[in-house]
Structure formats: structure tokens, C-alpha cells
């Protein structure tokens, strides 16, 4: 499986192993490198992965907004704009958001109103914004600089391994 056993404060939480999360998403890549069966994947992998989400999927850049890719959980927003809700200002930036609660986010797009937190890594080659990857939690503040750091490699591997985007 993808987690390891961790103690935090007294209680035991599973933790991602995103080594080896992103060793699947390697192999994923190597059977078809094309973006809709590996995005479909990935956003399934993750699904099945991580703890306390409720939302994980790609939105893709086309014709100057983000439109929604494959993806894992309720129906979601088709179209973003640039600097728009923590996708859209995630493109805007250039950079990873991580939000500990999007209640407080100025502009925040709500597709899913069970949604407390949430980290958007863009896909980048080079410069240019092709995607980001999106995941949302019931939970506020769910996500850690561990999380940031094993999702923003395995958005990186897709942005140099995926063809067709």
C-alpha cells in the first residue's frame, strides 16, 4: 500500500509513501505517456491513496482558462479562469497554494461544498502552465509541507514524462 504508520500527537496517522506513489506513477507513464490515461490514473491512484480528500483531478490549460480533466469525486467546475479560486491564482502564480482553510481564500470556487482545504500544484514546462493538479479535503488544514513536496514531484514528473498536452 501507499502508507506507512506515523505517531502525531499522541494518535497514530497513516502516512502517504510517496516514494513509492511516485514509482507507480512512473510505471503509469511508461505503459502510455499520453495525458488522458495517465491523468485518469494518477487522479485514481491518489483517489485511492491519500487519507481525508474528497476531490482529486487535473484541470487542463486551454484557450487561456483551465478546463476540467480527469478526475476523482463529485461533479466539478468545468471552466477556471486565470486568477480565479486557488486553480486559477495557482496558474497566476506560478506556484504551488496550499490553503488550510478555503472558507477564508478570497474568491474561492466552491464546486464542492463538503470542501475545507485544498493544494493546487501547476503542471509546468518551462514557463508555461499546461495544468494543475487539484486536491480538496473535508478537513481544514489537511495537508502538510510533506504533502507539497511528494505532490510537487509527482507534478513535475508528469509535466516532463507526459506527451500530448
Request: proline share 4%; with cysteine; glycine share 8%.
Amino acid at each position: 500500500m501507499g502508507h506507512k504508520k506515523m505517531h502525531e500527537k499522541g494518535r497514530i496517522k497513516d502516512k502517504m509513501d510517496y516514494k513509492l506513489v511516485t514509482e507507480q506513477v512512473k510505471a503509469l507513464l511508461d505503459a502510455d505517456s499520453h495525458y488522458m490515461p495517465v491523468m485518469s490514473n494518477v487522479s485514481a491512484l491518489l483517489m485511492e491513496y491519500m487519507e481525508d480528500i474528497n476531490w482529486v483531478g487535473f484541470y487542463i490549460m486551454r484557450d487561456g482558462r483551465l478546463v476540467v480533466g480527469p478526475f476523482q469525486g463529485k461533479v466539478a467546475c468545468i471552466h477556471i479562469e486565470i486568477g480565479k479560486g486557488v486553480c486559477g491564482t495557482a496558474v497566476q502564480k506560478k506556484a504551488v497554494i496550499r490553503v488550510e482553510n478555503v472558507h477564508d481564500f478570497p474568491g474561492h470556487i466552491a464546486c464542492d461544498s463538503a470542501s475545507n482545504s485544498e493544494i493546487v500544484l501547476p503542471i509546468q514546462r518551462g514557463e508555461e502552465v499546461v495544468g494543475v493538479l487539484d486536491i480538496d479535503s473535508p478537513l481544514p488544514g489537511r495537508f502538510t509541507p510533506e504533502d507539497e513536496d511528494g505532490l510537487k514531484k509527482i507534478a513535475d514528473l508528469l509535466a516532463r514524462e507526459m506527451s500530448a498536452l
